[in-house]
């Protein structure tokens, strides 16, 4: 179903769609499983959810070589940095 989200900490997925192997993955990148079935990880996850929330176009765009490469490099540098990022990022003043 379009525009349908349903948020879940991987810590507690249910069991299908959640495998050990999945589990592990997570806790490293954000993943998404579609509608079909289809598991996205990363940057591709964080597009899909763009297109979710009412982006479809903008997505559409960074999907396409070489951006989607770009999305996935800066997902994987603040992924592995997140406390360097935390420090300027989502702070209250």
């Not at 990363?42 to 770009?70: C, H, N, T």
Request: charged residues 25%; positive net charge.
């Amino acid at each position: 179903m379009r525009g349908r989200l349903e948020v879940v900490p991987y810590q507690k997925a249910p069991s299908p769609p959640m495998t050990p192997e999945i589990h592990r993955a997570c806790e490293r990148a954000i993943h998404v499983i579609t509608p079909e079935g289809a598991i996205l990880r990363a940057g591709r996850a964080s597009l899909y959810v763009l297109a979710e929330i009412g982006w479809p176009r903008l997505a559409r765009i960074l999907r396409m070589v070489p951006f989607v490469w770009a999305i996935e490099l800066g997902y994987w540098i603040v992924a592995r940095n997140r406390r360097f990022f935390a420090r300027f990022m989502f702070r209250k003043d």
